[in-house]
């Protein structure tokens, strides 16, 4: 058993290591931007090397004939990695570029919920650029008329293609009138042809992800991320500063309701890409979801692990991973093969100090515990091995530290203690999971709710 893994970061650690688990005790053939010391270790090959580098992937898969592959980041699978691999007879564990409109365009995802009847979108109105010069002045009107009347100037402005979560602005945070909207919305327009402009909901985020085989769609653990890089959720927005889950794989603020309409939501999601795409999404959807006062909205759709999420799940998973992802290929995915441990985890993720305004660490030595208890893992991301074994930083985030308990509170209390022991010029933020954080949350939909 070979696996080609295509990957860039702790998310791709975590996937290694849910493969190498596997008793059917596949070789990893790594295709990685960094010389990752947690995949290198578990990998029999390694290439470091751009990852859109296609020509580059299409030859290490020539010469390595896997059994199959599986692709971690956005940015691969979006620009139709799958596709490709697929062509040359290579099995892969992502979706084709069609069904990853799901992520690459929020008008996409936004107009599919619509046209298939999942009343789970806030309002939106999807703007397109049009060839007629004069058009761009009524675009603003219409633009500034609709967030006025329609949003009564609570709005969300989107750039409707990947942008590394950079392209979402949100008012009231990053845009401080109508015109700052109109004026960030024509930008995007100019850039990519197309932008949504959507109500601004509010209530508390989470993250649902499902293993998906065309109709067959399985849930996994509930997450909740923190994007912002400091604590009490203040600072500027980051890739994700840590994950927690609960011991009943949902979050301590959802109702079964609120859960079981999330996973519904991503069954009819999934079943209305196969319609629209004449073809079955066969990999990971993540539904990014809200949970407001009358029940759930989504956010964003992903077409790949979430990176911290994964980091929490696959840890959980008690089924064989390789298993998971042959039959998710085959289309014989059924839910007995996949069950997750009833425990709760916390994902810290120690970042260099100047994250992620600026990158002045880059290069420093890290030095990370050297004595991993079996309750916590170490999944490393934007770091590099020297050839004396050091570990040096990358500009973006170093590694996620995991705690796995019974408890939140065991949890956080066991990623927060190896947290501590990291030396060098990193910082972490030791709220993420705490009781009196999670308590925030509950007051927040206690508040809407009642
Ligand atoms: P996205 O890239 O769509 O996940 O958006 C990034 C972040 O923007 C989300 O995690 C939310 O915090 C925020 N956001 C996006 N859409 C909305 C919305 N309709 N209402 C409120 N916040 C939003
Ligand atoms: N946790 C955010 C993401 O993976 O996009």
Known sequence: MRVLLITSSARGHAIAEALHRSPQKPEIISVCVNKNPGIRSLATEMHVQDIMDFDKIIEVAKKTTPDFAVIGPDDPIGAGLADILEEMGLPTMAPKKSLAQVETSKGFTRRLLKKHGIGASPKFQVFEKSDNSQRALTIEQEMYTYIDQELQGDYVVKYDALRGGKGVKVSGEHLQSIDQGVQYAIECLEECGRVVIEEKLIGVEFSLLSFVSGKTVIGMPAVQDHKRAYEDDTGPNTGGMGTYTDANLSLPFLSASDLARASEINRLTAEALMKECGEPYKGILYGGFIAVKDGVKVIEYNARFGDPEALNILPLLSTDFVSVCQSI??????????????????????????????????????????????????????????????????????????????????????????????QGPVRFRSDIGTHELIQKRLDVMKHLRN
């Open 329 to 422: 290929i085959s289309g014989d995915l059924t839910q007995d093969m996949v069950r997750f441990e009833k425990k709760a985890t916390v994902c810290k993720y120690i970042v260099p100090k100047s994250y992620p305004e600026r990158k002045d660490e880059k290069g420093m030595e890290v030095i990370f515990p050297t004595e991993i208890p079996s309750n916590a893992r170490i999944f490393f991301g934007d770091i590099s091995e020297d050839e004396h074994g050091a570990l040096h930083l990358g500009g973006s985030r170093t590694a996620g530290i995991v705690g796995v308990g019974k408890t939140l509170a065991e949890a956080e209390k066991i990623a927060q203690e190896l947290c501590s022991q990291v």
